[in-house]
């Protein structure tokens, strides 16, 4: 295990400004911000960052990109897929270099940054094959009236993204606003900024209008909270945090009653039954809580073992967690990068106080990895109790908390009781307990046998606090049109 950046090549930052009208833009306040790398802890470079004023700009070159006349409106549908696929072939022209920039400024391994990207790419695919096909319906009136609807885009569209995967959060916000015809403005996060920006430039090269796509970086408060208060913004997409989730609904209601989707945090229960293949379900629950240095709204907090299996499941999901490699993501061996900043690294490591003091077992890890960047140790707490704060709270870190039940009932009801309702995962050989599950875990994804099994064409959002609205998929484009009712009297 190393915590050295010696492999990181010298990945050329190309673009560090704000992207209006297909034109960059240096901040009007004069100021800039730090970008750091996770794994030094070092400064990558300065970004310019935009304000309340660059987000009012960008929704004035969005709203005339918008104009009933403009070339954007006028495309015919095939030509604005046409510009998506050539968006998601220039994503995949450019993946050495993009996949570099993304693990530098992420941490996730570069084999990781890849397969977002391919993922990112096909979305952007799958979408622009939608751009023909959302037919209205024609509706049975009086016999002198004639009902139709149509699906006609919303306007202006603000899209608040997370750090936790950069150009993915990006492509699945692009996608479907794209496809049925909006204009965006869209702020990555402020600890990964570089990669948004990289493809806006590929948006240009692609050929969208001016206006059509706008990045701009900052901050939350600042920046994020200007685009979901803004009057002449018709739509608000964030994923992120449930405390931020909120404020931008409430933003939004108090301003111009913009729609909002959410999608927010997580504490996903996987259930592992008796009967389950034991080597298959150590491997999954490993994957489904590190995968992504843990870092993902869907991460599997809470391990649910039938009591019949549950030491056999502690002792090998031990073993496997202290043969993670944690290190330098440009190393090829690496499975685990740094935390994304010192304040998540801080606030990791506090929950691992937090089990250690309420009584959970600490079985490996707790600590961090090396000397400079944030890189935690696979952890894995057993004896956990539905009521401490590590098995309630998203922890976003590599934390594993394996918690025992003795029937399904049981296990059911308490996988249930939580405030979110992102994702859950039961792992089990019986068709007919799979499907009990399956239709009483109160989640918006429900894996059998199988975790994080998400594509382009199923929908994923979530129940409760976890968000409302959904990603991907058909319904992915409700979230980005606007329903028309046309009545015609035949007279
Ligand atoms: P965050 O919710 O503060 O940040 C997400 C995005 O929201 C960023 O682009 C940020 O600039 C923006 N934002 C922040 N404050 C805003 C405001 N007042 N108005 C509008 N936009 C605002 O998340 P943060 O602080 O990075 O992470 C905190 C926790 O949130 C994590 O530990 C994790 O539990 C959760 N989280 C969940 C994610 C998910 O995929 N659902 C992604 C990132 C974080
Ligand atoms: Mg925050």
Redesign the pocket.
Known sequence: MSSTNSKAPNVEIKYTQIFINNEWHKATAGKTFQVINPSTGEEICQVEEGTRVDVDKAVQAARKAFDIDSPWRKLEPVARGNLMRKLASLLRRDIEYLSKLETLNNGKSVQDSKGDIFFSADCLDYYAGWVDKMVGETIPGAQDQMIYTRHEPIGVCGQ?????YPILMMSWKLGPALACGNVIIL????QTPLTALYVASLCKEAGFPPGVVNVIPG???EC??A??VHQDIDKVA????V??GK??QEAAAKSNLKRVSL???GKSPLIICEDADLDHAVKLAHRAIFGNAAQR?TAASRTFVHSKIYDEFVARSIELAKKRVVGDPFDSSTEQGPQITAE?FE?ILGYIESGKKDGAKLECGGERVGKKGYFIKPTVFTNVKDDMKIARE?I?GPVMSILKFDSYEEVIKRANNTTFGLAASVVTKDLTRALTFAQRLQAGSVWVNDYDAVCNQAPFGGYKQSGHGRELGRYGLEEYYEVKTVVIKLI
Do not use: M
């Not at 608040?160 to 936790?164: D, H, T």
């Open positions: 608040i993204i997370p750090w936790n702020k990555p996060a402020e901050d939350g408060p994020g909270n685009i979901s964030f994923t992120g945090s405390e931020v404020k931008v999608e927010l945090g709204c998540q606030r998203e976003f």
